[in-house]
Nanobody, 125 residues
Framework: QVQLVESGGGLVQAGDSLTLSCAVS????????MGWFRQAPGKEREFVAA????????EYADSVKGRFTISRDNAKNTVYLQMNSLEPEDTAVYYC??????????????????WGRGTQVTVSS
């Protein structure tokens, strides 16, 4: 079993920055691609960013491209999401997810095998 725990969320103002972390525990000897998703009230869960096991390939939603950066430290079993120039529209619960297909990124919720419980990000205008 794999456990994912997100942290780093909070209340910030528009234009501020925030870094989310996702700590992976359990079967960490296995290689996973990782993704970040978010879900705002009344909306479906949407893709934010993803990164392969090696970190050699990343993918971003158009809405965050140029503002958010996904990275990982496999020695620490942790994935990060650096969020800059935050906008009120970024307000959501942010989830990290692990995909056992480690060599490619995916935007699809169904491709991910394990999920964290989420961390709330609120951006005030």
């Amino acid at each position: 079993q794999v456990q994912l725990v997100e942290s780093g969320g909070g209340l910030v103002q528009a234009g501020d920055s925030l870094t989310l972390s996702c700590a992976v525990s359990g079967r960490t000897f296995r290689r996973y691609a990782m993704g970040w998703f978010r879900q705002a009230p009344g909306k479906e869960r949407e893709f934010v960013a993803a990164i392969t096991w090696t970190g050699g390939s990343t993918e971003y939603a158009d809405s965050v491209k140029g503002r958010f950066t996904i990275s990982r430290d496999n020695a620490k079993n942790t994935v990060y999401l650096q969020m800059n120039s935050l906008e009120p529209e970024d307000t959501a619960v942010y989830y990290c997810a692990a995909d056992r297909t480690d060599w490619r990124t995916s935007q699809f919720v169904r491709e991910y095998d394990y999920w964290g419980r989420g961390t709330q990000v609120t951006v005030s205008s």
